[in-house]
């Protein structure tokens, strides 16, 4: 069975459009879950069989559900993961974490398209525009909401013992720091260029998992 966990964008099978839907959960967890309640979820749907495949933000609640021992599943896939903490020191993660804490210091004042003026080109690579504010606010709004996906401990390490493929689009030195990092202990790092934050979506996913994997 596959389990698989979505990022902060797209949820459930949405999120997954060229994952085969046999034997497999879509997880789709509502913007209001707090960190802990997605650990939590996680757990109750990996069976220790399961291959869990984690995309983005979905792979810090995944890396704390096996670091707090809740899951222990047959093999970890994690695609773009943001698992900042363990990556820390290197410059493009301290880059990104210095912005965003400007970002989020701006939201919490209030000042919500402030912060989309810093997290909109970092994130999804246009300038925030007044124009478009009404149509935005929205996704900004959620994406402020989003648990900061460093400050919770995880180390590499903690999936040691756990067969990990990690795998990147080769377009960011953020996650490829990240996967550099998760490699170093003992992952397997594939870099999938072309579809940016999205390599699930490369046609030579399945079997670069499958290769990986067995």
Request: aromatic share 8%; net charge negative; glycine share 8%.
């Amino acid at each position: 069975m596959r389990v698989y966990i979505h990022g902060a964008g797209r949820t459930g099978r949405d999120a997954w459009p060229n994952a085969s839907p046999d034997d497999a959960l879509f997880a789709e967890f509502d913007s209001a879950l707090s960190l802990d309640a997605r650990v939590d979820e996680i757990a109750i749907l990996t069976l220790p069989a399961a291959v869990v495949i984690a995309h983005s933000a979905g792979a810090v609640p995944t890396a704390l559900a096996v670091s707090r021992r809740k899951m222990s599943p047959r093999a970890l896939v994690l695609v773009e993961p943001a698992l900042y903490d363990v990556a820390r020191g290197a410059p493009a993660i301290e880059r990104h974490i210095e912005r965003m804490t400007v970002a989020r210091r701006r939201a919490d004042a209030g000042d919500l398209f402030g912060f989309w003026e810093i997290v909109r080109p970092m994130m999804f690579g246009a300038a925030a525009e007044r124009d478009a504010w009404d149509a935005e606010h929205e996704r900004a709004s959620r994406f402020a909401a989003i648990d900061l996906p460093w400050g919770h401990g995880i180390a590499a390490r903690a999936l040691t013992g756990i067969p990990t493929l990690v795998v990147t689009g080769a377009w960011n030195d953020e996650y490829e720091a990240i996967g550099a990092a998760l490699a170093d202990a003992g992952a397997t790092h594939v870099a999938l260029a072309g579809y940016g934050h999205r390599p699930q979506d490369h046609p030579d996913f399945e079997e670069t998992v499958r290769n990986a994997l067995g």
